[in-house]
């Protein structure tokens, strides 16, 4: 007769949201906060003196500021639904898919900026260089500081900025956080080439220089967007991980004497990969063999074996 005692050890939970999840909230929360200050500031002074760009600017951080706030949500929500039963292999995938609207979020705005760039290629508009450049410069400082209070986290993985922007992260990672952290860089990516366009207009005279910096930024926004957009979904979809399942492979098929019949290995949260294994093996091959020979893979959080 099996007793409590006896299934108690096979009992676990299933609370996949990754060693860094309360640091990475909090470091979220604070840039969230970074950034609502900023933008009531732009709001608030452009009513005051008038200045439409303050306020077209400061509406524009409204946008970064409530696709960050979604990132803050989803930490919140991930963590305390943790233990709900009612989320088969736990909250760990909420982060992906808050990644995934931050990543809709991020396209529109590139079309936006797109668009209207193009439409000013053909009717320019009188721009105010210095008070223009001010923000610019401004916002840049903000977006600097907000880089480096997420990248924290980012620098102990050893790949550089680049990499966290359009690294397949369909194994490993937090896309939550790579979602704010993408839209800081874009932000901060537009107040570089708008500072470098707005200079050139105000110096050399090539007002022409603030809509082709436009179009470029949309283009590399776009990108980005794009890039993050695929993994999300790649995530929410439960597509297969090459990287896990070419791992588990090997351990398995390695020595000669099982062979995969089945193999379905998929993320449930930041480095964290579940996987059910139907194998064909000679007498002595059983669930506790298979088992011991997967323990290399650290991914691997949960895992159910067949043995024909």
């Not at 989320?87 to 995938?93: C, L, P, Q, R, V």
């Not at 800081?184 to 005279?205: K, N």
């Not at 283009?219 to 090459?242: E, Q, Y």
Request: proline share 2%; aromatic share 6%.
């Amino acid at each position: 007769m099996t007793t409590s005692r006896d299934i108690d050890a096979f009992v676990h939970d299933h609370m996949y949201l990754g060693a860094s999840h309360d640091d990475n909230a909090r470091r979220t929360l604070w840039v969230v906060g970074l950034t609502a200050v900023m933008m009531i500031g732009e709001i608030f002074a452009g009513y005051v003196t008038g200045s439409m760009a303050l306020l077209a600017d400061g509406f524009h951080m409204a946008t970064h500021a409530g696709a960050l706030s979604v990132a803050a949500m989803a930490y919140a929500y991930a963590k305390q639904h943790a233990s709900n039963r009612r989320f088969s292999f736990g909250t760990g995938k909420v982060g992906d898919l808050a990644g995934f609207a931050s990543a809709l979020v991020l396209g529109l705005i590139a079309l936006g900026i797109g668009v209207e760039s193009i439409l000013r290629l053909f009717e320019p508009i009188k721009v105010a260089f210095g008070e223009a450049t001010l923000i610019a410069v401004i916002g840049l400082g903000v977006n600097i500081v907000s880089a480096f209070l997420l990248s924290g986290s980012h620098h102990h993985h050893g790949h550089d900025h680049h990499d966290h922007v359009d690294h397949h992260d369909a194994h490993g990672g937090d896309n939550n956080l790579r979602s704010a952290y993408v839209h800081v860089l874009a932000d901060a990516l537009t107040s570089v080439l708008a500072i470098a366009a707005l200079l050139a207009g105000r110096y050399l005279g090539w007002v022409w220089m603030d809509p082709v910096m436009g179009i470029v930024g949309a283009v590399v926004i776009a990108r980005w967007s794009w890039s993050l957009m695929r993994d999300t979904a790649a995530v929410l979809l439960d597509s297969t991980d090459d990287h896990v399942a070419e791992e588990i492979q090997d351990l398995l098929e390695g020595p000669g004497d099982v062979r995969i019949a089945d193999l379905h290995v998929w993320r449930v949260g930041p480095d964290a990969h579940a996987a059910i294994v139907g194998v064909v093996g000679g007498a002595g091959i059983d669930a506790s063999v298979i088992r011991d020979r997967l323990v290399p893979v650290h991914e691997l959080k949960h895992l159910t074996i067949e043995c024909h």
